[in-house]
C-alpha cells in the first residue's frame, strides 16, 4: 500500500517538477518526514513490544529462558532506531534548504548562461559572473551530495537492524515454541517484530527513492 502511494507520489512530483520545482523539494522532504514519523511509530512499538514480552518471558520461568534474551536485542535495536530516525528528523529541514542552495545555483547559472549568449560572450562582467555561478552551484552540489549520502547512510544503518529484527523474529518462533502455556503470547510477539521490521524496511525503500527523485529535480 505504501509502494502504490509512493508511485503515485512520485508521478505527480515529475508533473510539478515541471512546473515549480520548489514545490517538488518541499513535496519529497515532507514525504521522507512522513516516513521518518512512520518507522518511529513502530520502533516505539518494538521498544514496548520488548517490554511486554520480557514480563511474559519472565513469568514463563526457565521455559523461555531464550526468548529473555532475545528481548534484550529487540531493546536495543529499537532504541537504535528511534536515535538514527530522530537525528534523521533533526536534518530534514536542511535537507529542504540545501536542496532549495542547489536548485537556484543551477537557475542563476542557466541565467547567465543565456545572457552570454545575448551578449555573444563578450562581457567580461558577464564572464566574472558565469564563473561566480559556477562556483556556487558546485558549491551547493557539495554540500546537499554530502547531506544525502548521510541520510542514505543512515537510512541503510536502519534497514540493516530491521534484517537483524526479521532473524530475531525467526529464532524468537523458535523459543516461543518451547515457553508451553505462554507459547501463544510470545509467537504474537515474533510476528509482531516480523510485521513491523517490514513496515520500517517499506518506509526506508520508500526514502531512498524519493531522495533519487530529488537528485533527478534538481539536476
Not at 567580461?124 to 547512510?153: D, P, V
Not at 527513492?209 to 537528485?215: E, K
Amino acid at each position: 500500500m505504501l509502494e502504490l502511494c509512493f508511485h503515485s507520489l512520485e508521478k505527480k512530483m515529475a508533473i510539478r517538477s515541471q512546473q515549480n520545482p520548489e514545490i517538488s523539494c518541499f513535496i519529497i522532504v515532507a514525504t521522507v518526514v512522513a516516513q521518518l514519523d512512520v518507522i518511529l511509530v513502530e520502533a516505539k512499538n518494538l521498544s514496548l513490544t520488548a517490554k511486554n514480552a520480557r514480563v511474559v518471558a519472565i513469568r514463563a520461568g526457565q521455559a523461555a529462558l531464550g526468548f529473555k534474551s532475545i528481548t534484550n536485542f529487540i531493546d536495543e535495536f529499537s532504541a537504535r532506531t528511534i536515535k538514527i530516525t530522530q537525528d534523521i528528523h533533526n536534518h530534514s529541514h536542511l535537507l529542504f534548504k540545501l536542496a532549495l542552495e542547489q536548485l537556484r545555483a543551477s537557475q542563476f547559472k542557466e541565467h547567465v548562461a543565456r545572457a552570454s549568449v545575448i551578449h555573444n560572450g563578450n562581457s567580461a562582467t558577464l564572464k566574472r559572473i558565469n564563473r561566480q555561478s559556477i562556483s556556487e552551484l558546485r558549491e551547493a552540489w557539495s554540500r546537499l551530495g554530502s547531506e544525502m549520502q548521510s541520510l542514505t547512510a543512515q537510512f541503510e544503518e536502519i534497514r540493516q537492524q530491521m534484517r537483524a529484527a526479521e532473524y530475531i523474529a525467526v529464532t524468537s518462533r523458535v523459543e516461543a515454541s518451547q515457553a508451553g502455556e505462554y507459547c501463544d503470547s510470545l509467537e504474537s510477539v515474533s510476528d509482531y517484530i516480523a510485521s513491523a521490521a517490514l513496515r520500517i524496511k517499506t518506509a526506508i525503500t520508500i526514502n531512498l527513492n524519493t531522495l533519487s527523485q530529488l537528485q533527478r529535480i534538481i539536476k
